[in-house]
């Protein structure tokens, strides 16, 4: 079965700093795209990073490139997702998402396995 548990979520102030964690089981890490996901109240969920356990490569949306980075811990199958410079407009419930596919992918109906939501706040 596969499990996907997101942590790391929290209050911040804008110009914070967060890092979230998706641990992964029940799956061959190495062989699956993960992405992380955001909803904000009101809003469609959207993609915000993903990366291709297998090579590495890793994509963003636009509006994160240059504050978040993404990287893969395939010994302790777990995903993390570095985020610098919060603003307001990234407070969401951040989720992570596994998938066999190729690489990876932003696009959320591509992915079939996700975890629980973990909150993050950014304050003005």
């Known amino acids: 079965e596969v499990q996907l548990q997101a942590s790391g979520g929290g209050s911040v102030q804008a110009g914070g700093s967060l890092t979230l964690s998706c641990a992964a089981s029940?799956?061959?890490?190495?062989?699956?795209?993960i992405g992380w996901f955001r909803q904000a109240p009101g809003k469609e969920r959207e993609g915000v990073s993903c990366?291709?356990?297998?090579?590495?490569?890793?994509y963003y949306l636009t509006s994160v490139q240059g504050r978040f980075t993404i990287s893969s811990d395939n010994t302790n199958n777990t995903v993390y997702l570095q985020m610098n410079n919060l603003k307001p407009d990234d407070t969401a419930v951040y989720y992570c998402?596994?998938?066999?596919?190729?690489?990876?992918?932003?696009?959320?109906?591509?992915?079939?396995?996700w975890g629980q939501g973990t909150l993050v706040t950014v304050s003005s």
């Open positions: 029940g799956f061959p890490f190495d062989d699956y795209g």
């Open positions: 998402a596994a998938d066999l596919i190729w690489s990876c992918s932003l696009q959320a109906h591509k992915y079939h396995n």
């Open positions: 990366i291709s356990t297998t090579e590495g490569s890793a």
